[in-house]
């Protein structure tokens, strides 16, 4: 057999037994206590700047791609 398959079938085989570990832990605490609700930080995450750089980077690598390609 191939190298190569035998490299990604021992790799997919140990990323299936750790799955399997990791989704076998007890019950939680169940949850948080009923009380007065607060609204959350509007500041607390700021997903869209994040997002935005990741598109701008996505847009780079792809013309730097296409330039190189031509």
């Known amino acids: ?39 959350p930080d509007p500041t607390a995450v700021p997903i869209d700047g994040g997002a935005s750089l990741l598109l701008a980077g996505g847009a780079a690598y792809a013309l730097k791609r296409l330039r190189k390609r031509r």
């Open 1 to 39: 057999m191939n190298r190569r398959f035998l490299l990604c079938f021992g790799i997919t085989c140990g990323l299936t037994a750790l799955m399997h570990t990791a989704s076998a832990q007890g019950p939680g605490s169940g949850g948080p206590v009923p009380g007065p609700v607060t609204p």
